[in-house]
C-alpha cells in the first residue's frame, strides 16, 4: 500500500539529511521525497545520499513524502517525525 503527506521541512542546525537517510534503513518500504520549490520537480529515493543531496531541500520547503511497502505507514510516521 502507498501513502503520501505533504510537510514542510524543519531541521534543526544539528539535524542533517543524512541521518534520516540512516533513520530509513531498517525499513522495507520504498521512502521518496518530492520538491517542487524553485519551479523544478525533484524526486529521490530516500534511503540514496546522492538522490537526497540533489533534492536541495531547505527550510520552509514543502514537500510530499511517499511511502510503498509493507512497512510504509511506519516509514512514512518517521519521515514526518524527523522534520517535525
Not at 49 to 55: A, D, K, N, Q, W
Not at 59 to 84: C, H, P, W
Amino acid at each position: 500500500m502507498e501513502h503520501k503527506k505533504d510537510i514542510v521541512i524543519n531541521l534543526s542546525e544539528k539535524q542533517t539529511i543524512i541521518e534520516l537517510s540512516q533513520l530509513l534503513t531498517p525499513f522495507k518500504a520504498e521512502v521518496y521525497i518530492i520538491n517542487r520549490s524553485g519551479g523544478n520537480v525533484v524526486e529521490a529515493n530516500v534511503k540514496s545520499l546522492l538522490g537526497l543531496v540533489s533534492l536541495q531541500i531547505k527550510n520552509g520547503d514543502v514537500v510530499t513524502v511517499r511511502a510503498k511497502g509493507s512497512d510504509a505507514e511506519e516509514a512514512l510516521d518517521k519521515v514526518i517525525q524527523y522534520f517535525s
